[in-house]
């Protein structure tokens, strides 16, 4: 079990640039999450789909765009990286029966120039 | 504006003592609280929660207390180890998926 992984673990981007960040979960869970954690600040829900084939916009959603391809896939888009984007972000999961108690992948920690 | 408020950024404690982290929030309407921990370079783990209905809940060296009146949760770690040497997030939602969270306390626990 592999639980929640992401890919890539390190970008740097130039301002401009687009890209997509995945992740996967290989826990059966409903509900998938991005997070972006910036120094000094705890973690703030950019988007999330709680159900495949659904996503809703959390507290940050600005510049970003959101796909949940599968059950199992959430990935997050980039579509024009702004030096305020320079952030880690973090993919998480959960199951309806305890959809507070979200499970992370390792993160991925992205740097626009 | 901060509705899940940690005031304190650092904390140090003997290894074998307790450790007691503290959480502030604001919206009434949470109803379900969470700890995670995190290590550098890995994503948060869960570690324990608590629902409003509740004022305690136990899991082995790990207690939280939930003051609703105060609006204040506290996580207590007994006995401390050097491996829960962390940051330990505070997050707390209102039955809805997104969690907030607080911006953490480092707790480093030395021997």
């Known amino acids: 079990n592999a639980g929640v992984t992401q890919t890539p673990k390190f970008q740097v981007l130039k301002t401009g640039q687009s890209m997509t960040l995945q992740c996967a979960q290989d826990?059966?869970?409903?509900?998938m999450y991005w997070y972006r954690q910036d120094p000094g600040m705890g973690l703030r829900l950019i988007y999330y789909?709680?159900?495949?084939?659904?996503?809703d916009k959390g507290e940050v959603p600005n510049g970003y765009n959101v796909s949940r391809l599968n059950k199992r896939e959430f990935s997050l888009r980039l579509e024009s990286a702004a030096p305020s984007q320079t952030s880690v972000y973090f993919c998480?999961?959960?199951?309806?029966?305890?959809?507070?108690?979200?499970?992370f992948g390792p993160g991925t920690r992205l740097t626009v120039l | 504006d901060q509705q899940v408020k940690q005031n304190s950024p650092s904390l140090s404690v003997q290894e074998g003592r307790i450790s007691i982290l503290n959480c502030d929030y604001t919206?009434?309407?949470?109803?379900?609280f969470l700890w995670y921990k995190k290590y550098p370079a890995e994503g948060p783990t869960f570690l324990i929660s608590?629902?409003?209905?509740?004022d305690k809940n136990e899991d082995g060296r790990f207690t939280v207390f939930l003051n609703k009146s105060a609006k204040h949760l506290s996580l207590h770690i007994v006995p401390s180890q050097p491996g829960d040497s962390a940051v330990y997030f505070c997050?707390?939602?209102?039955?809805?998926?997104?969690?907030?969270f607080g911006k953490g306390t480092s707790l480093l626990v030395t021997p």
């Open positions: 789909s709680a159900s495949e084939g659904t996503t």
């Open positions: 919206n009434s309407m949470f109803d379900y």
């Open positions: 608590i629902s409003s209905i509740k």
């Open positions: 998480a999961s959960s199951d309806w029966s305890s959809y507070n108690e979200q499970f």
């Open positions: 997050a707390a939602s209102n039955s809805g998926y997104a969690l907030n």
């Open positions: 826990m059966n869970h409903n509900s």
